[in-house]
Structures are given as structure tokens and as C-alpha cells.
């Protein structure tokens, strides 16, 4: 049986986007013509995993060379938020920077989750510089038959 995905090309749309300004030497955060940021929303955006078991969603991101005091989780109106800021090194004068490949500076990832989840049973970890998100599903809730009366 062959896993179905759903496309989208907004995230394609993007990804092609960060190649093309990588190509041109337009790092995210950096300006571009006419004096704009290239991202306004974030400086730069971390790899995510997401995994479906029949008990919870599993996330995973990518954060290396940061700790968990430099991150923050949290779930608001059906939506996850993950944020945080990877700070630059100190350049030091004895110390000759060649190539800086790295992206540094804060960034925001937003999840719309959905309604089977159970927004308050999100558990966190951090280990190797790799996030991990556990969310449970939740029961889908009964509607409720409310009976009117005709006069």
C-alpha cells in the first residue's frame, strides 16, 4: 500500500526561492534591491519532521549548536509555535573568519494543528540539538444533539 502526500507547492515555492537567493549570495536577513529584507518574518528557518503514529504527531527539529534555554514551545488557538535565536560567534581579532555558511539569528516556525490533537498533552525534548515534539490525539469530540421545540 503506497503512503499518500499531500503537495505544496507554496513550500516549493519557498525552498526554490532560498536556493536562488543562496545562488546570488542573498543570505535570509541580508537586503536585497531596494533596501528590504529578503525574509522579514524570520532570519532563517530550521529543517522539520513530521511523523504520524496512530496514538500522536511527532516533531522534529533541527537546531544545532543551540541549547534548549534558546528555544521556545508553545501552542495557542489550534496552532504550534517553535522560536528561538542561534546567536553568531563573538569575532575575536586574533581569529580570521574565511567562510560563514551558517545561518544565525532568530526564526519562527507556526503549525496549524489539527482537531484531533490535544493541545495541552505536548511533551518536549532536547538532545544533539534535535527538538522533539510528542502531540497526542485526542478522541474527536460527539456532537451534541440539542432538541428545539416548535410552537
Given at each position: 500500500m503506497a503512503n499518500i502526500t499531500r503537495w505544496n507547492p507554496i513550500s516549493e515555492l519557498d525552498d526554490l526561492m532560498s536556493r536562488y537567493n543562496r545562488l546570488l549570495g542573498l543570505t535570509p536577513g541580508s537586503e536585497g534591491p531596494g533596501g528590504k529584507d529578503l525574509f522579514s518574518s524570520s532570519d532563517w528557518t530550521p529543517a522539520v519532521d513530521i511523523k504520524e503514529t496512530p496514538e500522536a504527531f511527532n516533531i522534529e527539529a533541527e537546531l544545532p549548536g543551540m541549547s534548549k534555554d534558546d528555544v521556545k514551545v508553545?501552542?495557542?488557538?489550534?496552532?504550534?509555535?517553535?522560536?528561538?535565536?542561534?546567536?553568531?560567534?563573538e569575532e575575536t581579532k586574533d581569529k580570521k573568519q574565511h567562510r560563514i555558511e551558517r545561518f544565525y539569528g532568530r526564526f519562527l516556525r507556526r503549525f496549524t494543528l489539527p482537531e484531533n490533537v490535544d493541545e495541552n498533552s505536548v511533551q518536549a525534548s532536547f538532545k544533539d540539538g534535535v527538538l522533539s515534539l510528542t502531540l497526542t490525539k485526542a478522541e474527536p469530540a460527539e456532537p451534541k444533539a440539542i432538541e428545539v421545540d416548535v410552537q
Open positions: 508553545t501552542v495557542q488557538n489550534g496552532v504550534l509555535s517553535i522560536q528561538g535565536e542561534r546567536k553568531h560567534e
